[in-house]
């Protein structure tokens, strides 16, 4: 009995995403018989100590909560299983993956921006300006940098929560080959910076020649201008 051979993709999906959270690159990638490679630079966990707890508390106490990632949406959850908005409360996220994830938590109106970014986010006519009102942010330390000081700046006060960490870790030796072994274009998404410069500073010469080769679709103009600042020709 004759059996199929299976063909390779003849496209990749670079995908940068932390440690297990590659499903929804690679399914959307294979609908459109694209291969994925994974490329994680770090893993991510939940922040679950007393100082993480109480800034949650005080956060999730304000007129404004702002919900920076899915995987900050999914630390939320791992700490506060049951949840339900304030009256007047107004939730915000960066991007549609991480007000779906919401929604399923049981807030049921979540804003967010059309570019899913944090300019894209700053761009929003009801974060123009603040009266010294309370807003709660909820991330990872280090990350989305730009948000805090452009809300303070706005008459905002800052209730910040780090609610997740992301833990560096070394890349996939098999990635790296398939990587070097790939055939056809490559794609890279790219939401994060330093996940970029973190993966790139762990490549080999001859696997980071290669990634540059990819095509690189940036969810922001100073996105872009890094990719182009690292040596990426397409983006």
Same mark, same amino acid.
Not at 26 to 35: E, K, M, N, T, V
Not at 103 to 121: A, H, K, T
């Given at each position: 009995?004759?059996?199929?051979?299976?063909?390779?993709?003849? @496209?990749?999906?670079?995908?940068?995403?932390?440690?297990? /959270?590659?499903? #929804?690159? =690679?399914?959307?990638?294979?609908?459109?018989?694209?291969?994925?490679?994974?490329?994680?630079? @770090?893993?991510?966990?939940?922040?679950?100590?007393?100082?993480?707890?109480? +800034?949650?508390?005080?956060?999730?106490?304000?007129?404004?909560?702002?919900?920076?990632?899915?995987?900050?949406?999914?630390?939320?959850?791992?700490?506060?299983?049951?949840?339900?908005?304030?009256?007047?409360?107004? @939730?915000?996220?960066?991007?549609?993956?991480?007000?779906?994830?919401?929604?399923?938590?049981?807030? /049921? #109106?979540?804003?967010?921006?059309?570019?899913?970014?944090?300019?894209?986010?700053?761009?929003? +006519?009801?974060?123009?300006?603040? /009266?010294? #009102?309370?807003?709660?942010?909820?991330?990872?330390?280090?990350?989305?940098?730009?948000?805090?000081?452009?809300?303070?700046?706005?008459?905002?006060?800052?209730?910040? +929560?780090?609610?997740?960490? =992301?833990?560096?870790?070394?890349?996939?030796?098999?990635?790296?080959?398939?990587?070097?072994?790939?055939?056809?274009?490559? @794609?890279?998404?790219?939401?994060?910076?330093?996940?970029?410069?973190?993966?790139?500073?762990?490549?080999?010469?001859?696997?980071?020649?290669?990634?540059?080769?990819?095509?690189?679709?940036?969810?922001?103009?100073?996105?872009?201008?890094?990719?182009?600042?690292?040596?990426?020709? #397409?983006?």
């Amino acid at each position: 009995m004759s059996r199929e051979l299976r063909q390779p993709p003849g @496209w990749y999906v670079i995908s940068l995403r932390p440690s297990g /959270d590659h499903e #929804e690159l =690679r399914r959307i990638s294979a609908q459109y018989g694209g291969g994925l490679i994974e490329l994680s630079p @770090w893993s991510v966990r939940t922040q679950n100590d007393s100082a993480s707890r109480r +800034a949650l508390s005080e956060a999730l106490a304000a007129p404004h909560v702002l919900v920076t990632s899915p995987a900050a949406a999914r630390a939320l959850r791992d700490l506060q299983p049951s949840l339900t908005a304030r009256a007047g409360q107004r @939730w915000y996220a960066v991007g549609a993956g991480t007000a779906a994830a919401l929604r399923e938590l049981g807030i /049921d #109106e979540v804003r967010w921006p059309q570019r899913m970014d944090s300019e894209g986010l700053l761009a929003l +006519a009801e974060l123009q300006h603040f /009266d010294d #009102e309370a807003f709660g942010l909820l991330t990872a330390a280090g990350g989305r940098g730009v948000l805090a000081p452009a809300l303070q700046a706005r008459g905002a006060r800052v209730l910040r +929560a780090d609610i997740y960490v =992301r833990e560096p870790g070394a890349l996939s030796r098999f990635e790296i080959a398939r990587l070097l072994g790939a055939e056809g274009p490559l @794609w890279l998404p790219l939401s994060s910076g330093e996940a970029l410069q973190r993966v790139l500073a762990q490549l080999p010469g001859e696997a980071g020649a290669r990634l540059r080769q990819a095509h690189v679709s940036a969810a922001s103009a100073r996105l872009a201008e890094l990719a182009r600042s690292l040596g990426f020709g #397409e983006v």
